[in-house]
């Protein structure tokens, strides 16, 4: 009565301690207070402490052959995930898997799509724009010298080693610009003023040919704006449309341009060219001349006779064997003042060219008749060749009205 004693085990369990070590290998059956079945007996190894209760079961304990202890060769064949963790022990450590969302990824650096307000921005690099159009000169080309950069600086006579070379004009390329220029409509402007041209001391080879209605203040305008130092080498006498006469200019010296775009005023002056001095004077002269004979009309037109003398005075030099001096000549031939001849030749061929004689030789018989009647009427001046002045010019007119207006056919009655 005075001692308590634990129940009897169950048929076919063994009663396991709640505090126990690690199996050895000896074969003395486990003791205490759990119970564990034979037919499926967790497998619980390691050392816990004593008030640690064994709740779950891990998994099957392999039988004994001597009753009710376990065999520890077979409790030592178990895998390692099988073994419960020691107390104090540290967990292994596991490389994991780099995570693919870049929302929880420390690591890696979020890109943003394209548009992103925080998107880092790249700057594009400037490029000298291309003027004239079509591909540039090769580095090799020495048939004219270097352009100055459109970023190279304050002048027009830094020519950098980074600077693009002049884009290679042909003769025929000049001679179709000056021609389309020559014919452009323009808006007539009864202001005068001068075509110019000046020169930096410190780079004679390179000239400006501007035009303005005041040259002396233009002048200082150049060099308070620009910071260069200009003198004067041609003015010309004030001319009507003096815009249109300096666009000539620039069109006939085309491929001796030296476009540079000015850091200090933040402007890209096409005005400079590399060309001697009597030629530029020259061509200058040549235009204010060809623009002081009045060629476009007050709608601002090219007139007949110089369409006339353009279209007359053809380039008769082949394409291929055509130079500057060649074409050269050939405008200075064609800003000539027309001669009494040329007006002939331009009458001439207005008259020619009327729609009236197209129509005189289709209904020539009619109109030969009615001719020889009026010049026999003329001459008689009696009744008798009035009226048959007057039958022949009636039969004409119905003859010529039934082929230049033909009767309409008939319309077709709707049927109802």
């Known amino acids: 009565m005075g001692s308590s004693t634990s129940p009897p085990p169950r048929s076919g369990h063994t009663l396991l301690s709640r505090g126990f070590s690690s199996p050895t290998p000896s074969s003395r059956p486990l003791e205490g207070s759990a119970t564990i ?18 709740s779950a079961s891990i998994g099957p304990t392999p ?7 376990l065999n520890p060769q077979a ?8 073994i419960s963790p020691l107390p104090g022990n540290h967990r292994p450590t596991v490389n994991r898997r780099s995570v693919s969302d870049t929302r929880h990824n420390r690591t890696r650096r979020p890109v943003q799509s394209y548009g992103s307000p925080i998107r880092r921005p790249h700057r594009r690099r400037q490029q000298p724009p291309n003027l004239f159009g079509g591909r540039q ?18 002048n027009p006579g830094d020519n950098g080693a980074t600077s693009p070379l002049a884009i290679m004009k042909t003769a ?18 009864d202001r005068k003023g001068v075509v110019y041209v000046i020169r930096d001391p410190e780079r004679p080879h390179l000239l400006k040919i501007g035009a303005t209605m005041n040259s002396a203040l233009r002048l200082q305008q150049i060099e308070r704006q620009c910071g260069v130092r200009v003198e004067r080498v041609y003015v010309s006498e004030e001319v009507q449309n003096y815009a249109r006469a300096e666009h000539l200019v620039h069109g006939d010296l085309w491929h001796l341009c030296r476009p540079y775009w000015c850091s200090r005023c933040a402007t890209e002056h096409r005005e400079w060219h ?3 001095a009597a030629l530029a004077v020259a061509t200058v002269k040549r235009w204010v001349g060809f623009m002081e004979q009045r060629p476009y009309n007050t709608a601002g037109k090219l007139k007949a006779i110089w369409r006339h003398l353009i279209s007359k005075r053809k380039l008769i030099q082949a394409t291929d064997s055509l130079d500057h001096d060649n074409r050269w000549e050939h405008w200075a031939r064609v800003v000539l003042a027309p001669s009494l001849i040329d007006h002939c030749q331009h009458y001439v061929g207005v008259t020619e060219s009327h729609p009236i004689w197209p129509f ?30 007057l039958s022949f010019f009636a039969c004409a007119w119905v003859s010529i009205s039934a082929q230049v207006c033909p009767a309409a056919p008939p319309k077709a009655s709707r049927e109802r």
């Open 37 to 54: 079945s034979h037919s499926s007996t967790p497998n619980v190894i390691g050392a816990f402490p004593a008030d640690h209760a064994l």
């Open 63 to 69: 039988q004994s052959n001597e009753g009710n202890a």
């Open 75 to 82: 409790v030592m064949d178990l895998p390692l995930s099988f």
């Open 137 to 154: 000169a090769s580095l090799d080309s020495t048939d004219y010298p270097p352009v100055a950069s459109s970023r190279s600086g304050s």
């Open 172 to 189: 025929q390329q000049v001679h179709e610009e000056l021609r389309r220029r020559v014919c452009k409509d323009m808006t007539p402007n």
């Open 274 to 276: 590399e060309v001697d």
């Open 360 to 389: 005189l030789w289709k209904f020539s018989w009619q109109v030969s008749n009615v001719f020889a009647w009026v010049v026999v009427f003329s001459v008689l001046g009696d009744a008798i060749s009035f009226l048959v002045l």
